[in-house]
């Protein structure tokens, strides 16, 4: 029996993954270059597994230095007024609403840092339906590796089991199963593009399925 639901952060409860992904995409065509869905997707929902850096990779796709043309700062601002501008994704309010009513115990666990995932779960007027908030801060290792799902799960006090996680990201999903906690993967604009580790469910949103019935499916 599901007892307590996991949710990550980026691209599943807020998309703030194609806002940057645009960003860089953006800056990369006007040095002439490719941001490759490939390449990024080696870094969303977790950095545990890879070392890329887009910055890294157009210096070396260039032959050219680009500290100097403030470029992160200028990705940062840009996806930032997208991101501000975003609403939660397509049922994320009604699942967490629904859970409450039945009772379900919540947590997020998210590779960013706190004061990143808090004050945004703050500003959209989340973060007080969560009992607990895992980020990069409270384990060693991010995703692909399964510290953030367990460290949830043990806070919420139930089994893995007992738990089921809500992602975005092949990073993520592939977290979870390392957890041994079921997953529901439901990608968004950038990561659907993506190959994914299998998951006990697939959604295009959220919203496509209500969580009784969900529950219900992988009771």
């Not at 998309?15 to 800056?27: F, K």
């Not at 007024?81 to 859970?99: D, N, Y």
């Not at 806070?155 to 079921?182: C, M, Q, W, Y």
Request: hydrophobic content about 40%; charged content about 20%.
């Amino acid at each position: 029996m599901i007892k307590a639901l996991i949710f990550d952060f980026d691209g599943l409860i807020l998309d703030t993954e194609t806002p940057e992904y645009q960003a860089w995409q953006n800056v990369y065509a006007e040095f002439g270059q490719t941001l490759t869905i490939e390449n990024w997707g080696q870094i969303v929902g977790g950095t545990a597994a890879s070392d890329f850096h887009p910055l890294t990779h157009l210096e070396e796709l260039t032959g050219r230095s680009l500290a100097d043309f403030g470029l992160e700062s200028r990705v940062r601002d840009e996806s930032m007024q997208m991101i501000l501008a975003a609403k939660p994704r397509p049922g994320v309010l009604e699942t967490i609403e629904t859970a409450q009513r039945l009772g379900l115990r919540l947590a997020v666990a998210s590779s960013s840092p706190h004061w990143w995932v808090d004050g945004h779960l703050q500003r959209l007027g989340l973060f007080h339906y969560f009992e607990t908030v895992q980020c990069s801060e409270d384990v060693s290792r991010t995703k692909p590796e399964p510290e953030l799902f367990l460290a949830a799960q043990s806070k919420l006090g139930v089994g893995t089991h007992e738990a089921l996680v809500f992602e975005d990201s092949p990073n993520g999903v592939l977290a979870a199963n390392r957890a041994g906690i079921r997953v529901v993967a439901i990608p968004n604009p950038v990561t659907q593009n993506l190959d994914f580790p299998p998951a006990s469910l697939r959604l295009k949103e959220m919203s496509d399925l209500p969580l009784k019935e969900l529950l219900q499916k992988l009771s």
